[in-house]
């Protein structure tokens, strides 16, 4: 069975850093697009970060040049390095992954910003 499994989330201090990982395992033939989405109380989901099997990568707006999201295709696992984290970035993170043509969500990692 194909899942993602992030980690890394936490409390951090306005203007401090983290990095989120989510690792793919199971069996595995392809990975296409994987991404970090997010969910505060009361809003809607929203994209944060994608990145494509050829490394084509996409921004929401409110995190262009703070945050940066990787993946190491011989780990099966996409990163996101949050930089100048401020409390309008708390949220829930969730993974996502295009495996084997089907859409793929983690379980979400907390982040916190507050001092």
């Known amino acids: 069975q194909v899942q993602l499994v992030e980690s890394g989330g936490g409390l951090v201090q306005p203007g401090g850093s983290l990095r989120l990982s989510c690792a793919a395992s199971?069996?595995?033939?392809?990975?296409?697009?994987m991404g970090w989405y997010r969910q505060a109380p009361r809003k809607q989901q929203e994209l944060v970060a994608a990145i494509t099997s050829g490394h084509s990568i996409n921004y929401a707006d409110s995190v262009k040049g703070r945050f940066t999201i990787s993946r190491d295709d011989a780990k099966n696992t996409v990163y996101l390095h949050m930089n100048s984290l401020n409390p309008e970035d708390a949220a829930v993170y969730y993974c996502?992954?295009?495996?084997?043509?089907?859409?793929?969500w983690g379980q979400g990692t907390q982040v916190t910003v507050s001092s």
């Open positions: 199971g069996m595995i033939f392809s990975i296409d697009s």
């Open positions: 996502n992954a295009d495996i084997n043509a089907n859409v793929r």
